[in-house]
């Protein structure tokens, strides 16, 4: 499984418009590149940052799922989420593989 893991560190003024905008907006988008079957919303408990920290982990389970998505759709998907909360947030990837 790869694991295509987007981790938000979210103004708190915001976090709760945020996340719903998340839910039902970005992630749908996501989902609907066909590019990943799964995801999980995780909230980061012990953050070292100031406001709040969530995790969006999306699941496929071919790498070149996630190599589509990266040349396909991230960059447009990525300038709406940053045009709705622009300078309100921080955004870190990483990719990961289950063992």
């Keep these: 499984m790869i694991i295509y893991n987007e981790t938000f560190v979210v103004e708190e003024t915001i976090h709760q ?13 996501v989902l609907a ?8 919303i995780l909230a980061v408990l012990d953050s070292p940052n100031e406001g709040v920290t969530y995790c969006i982990q999306y699941i496929t389970p071919d790498i070149n799922n996630y190599h589509n998505f990266a040349a396909q759709h991230a960059h447009h998907l990525h ?21």
Excluded: D
């Design 17 to 29: 418009e945020w996340l719903q905008w998340m839910q039902q907006q970005h992630i749908p988008a």
């Design 33 to 40: 590149t066909g590019c990943f079957e799964s995801y999980k």
């Design 79 to 99: 300038t709406l989420h940053h045009q709705q909360f622009e300078n309100r947030y921080v955004l870190f990837n990483s990719l990961m593989q289950e063992l």
